[in-house]
Antibody, heavy 127, light 110 residues
Framework: EVQLLESGGGLVQPGGSLRLSCESSGFTFSSYAMSWVRQAPGKGLEWVSA????????YYGDSVKGRFTISRDNFKNTLYLQMNSLRPEDTAVYYC????????????????????WGQGTLVTVSS | QSVLTQPPSASGTPGQRVTISCSGSSSNIGTNYVYWYHQLPGTAPKLLIY???LRPSGVPDRLSGSKSGTSASLAISGLRSEDEADYYCATWDDSLSGVVFGGGTKLTVL
């Protein structure tokens, strides 16, 4: 069974930094691209970032470009999101998610479908 | 303001068929596959439809997706109380080089 467990969320002041982690199990982690999606309280879904299975290719949403960095450690089966220069509007539940793949090539970071998702970790940016 | 436009709400009675629309442009829906998710209260989203009209294993066939031009829709037939959830469409946007979501549609089963 695929399991994704996010951690690292919490309360941080504006301008501060936080690193989220997503420990994965139940699948060959290095073979799958992964992504982060967030959801502000009471709001809809917003795509944050995606990374290829090898870690060599990444994409970012415009609202986080230049401030957030996605990375992965395929030996530890863990996905990361380094968040710098945090703003109040970054307050959200952050989900990590595995690429949904119906073919043999699941490595590319350019993808849309994700399943399953982790349970999410709440990041609150406030003074 | 979301790149993809969905109605904020939809409703139906048990057994009815409801559709949820998703409108985009030539840089997103017009040239890329559409995906649909639903999110039950207090839970993580779940993939319902991929590549416009395909269902992952475990998703019932009373859910179906379609796409025409720069719009897409999700149809749910034989509506049940457990279908009450928020529904989101998503696709790749070539201009933004990223994934875009619709604002979400809250489905109420009356």
């Amino acid at each position: 069974e695929v399991q994704l467990l996010e951690s690292g969320g919490g309360l941080v002041q504006p301008g501060g930094s936080l690193r989220l982690s997503c420990e994965s199990s139940g699948f060959t982690f290095s073979s799958y691209a992964m992504s982060w999606v967030r959801q502000a309280p009471g709001k809809g879904l917003e795509w944050v970032s995606a990374i290829s299975g090898s870690g060599g290719s990444t994409y970012y949403g415009d609202s986080v470009k230049g401030r957030f960095t996605i990375s992965r450690d395929n030996f530890k089966n863990t996905l990361y999101l380094q968040m710098n220069s945090l703003r109040p509007e970054d307050t959200a539940v952050y989900y990590c998610a595995k690429r949904h793949c119906s073919s043999s090539t699941c490595n590319s970071a350019k993808f849309v479908g994700v399943d399953p998702w982790g349970q999410g970790t709440l990041v609150t940016v406030s003074s | 303001q979301s790149v993809l436009t969905q109605p904020p709400s939809a409703s139906g009675t048990p057994g009815q068929r409801v559709t949820i629309s998703c409108s985009g442009s030539s840089s997103n829906i017009g040239t890329n596959y559409v995906y649909w998710y639903h999110q039950l209260p207090g839970t993580a989203p779940k993939l319902l439809i991929y590549r416009n009209n395909l269902r992952p294993s475990g998703v019932p066939d009373r859910l179906s997706g379609s796409k025409s031009g720069t719009s897409a829709s999700l149809a749910i037939s034989g509506l049940r109380s457990e279908d009450e959830a928020d529904y989101y469409c998503a696709t790749w946007d070539d201009s933004l080089s990223g994934v875009v979501f619709g604002g979400g549609t809250k489905l109420t089963v009356l």
